[in-house]
C-alpha cells in the first residue's frame, strides 16, 4: 500500500470519526432538549398545580367570608325582627297598664274587686294573721270591706276568720302621674303577707298585668305575627 492509498484510507477514517461525533453530538442535544423540555413543562404543570391551589383556597375564604356576612345580615335582620316585635308587645302591655288606672275610677266595681283580691290573698296565705298594705288613696275602701272579706275567706276553707293588720305607715305608691313619670306606682290593688313577712302574696293590679302577660305571651305573639317565638 502506496502513500497515496494511506491517506486516502486515514481521511476516510476521519470523515466516519467525526461523523459519528456529530451523530453523537446531535444525539445528546436532542436527549437534552428532550429532558430540557420535560423539566420545563413538569415546572410549568408544578407552577399551575399552585396556582389552581392557591385560587381554589382563596375561593374557599371568598366563599366563607361570604358565608359569615349572609350569616351576620340574617342574625341582624332577625334581631330588628324581634325588636320590632317586643316593642309592638310592650306598646300593648303600656296601653292595658294605662287602662288599668281606670279600675280605680269605679268606685263600686272597685270594692267589690279589692275584696276578690284579698280572699284571693288570704287563700293563699291561709294564715292566722296577715298584714296589708295597700295605696293610701285605697285605704278608707279596704277597711269597709275587711270584714267581709274575712268572713267569706272563712266560709270558703271553714276557719276562724282571719286577724288582717292594715299598714298605717308604709302605703303602696300611688298610681302614675305627671308628676312621678318615673319614680314607683301602683294602679291598685293589694299586697298581703304573713306576719313574719316569710311569705308574700303580690296581688297589686300591676302585679295581675305582669304575671297574665308572661302566662299569654306565646299566644299574644302568635296572634300578632303569626308563629310562637322560640
Known sequence: MNDADVSKQIQQMVRFIRQEAEEKANEISVSAEEEFNIEKLQLVEAEKKKIRQEYERKEK???VRKKIEYSMQLNASRIKVLQAQDDVVNAMKEAAGKDLLNVSGDHHVYKELLKDLIVQSLLRLKEPSVLLRCRKDDLHLVESILDSAKQEYAEKVNVHAPEIIVDNRVYLPPAPSHHNAHGPYCSGGVV????DGK???ENTLDARLDVLFRKKLPEIRKRLFGQVAA
Open 192 to 195: 298581703l303577707a304573713s306576719r
Open 199 to 201: 311569705i308574700v302574696c
Open 61 to 63: 375564604q371568598v366563599e
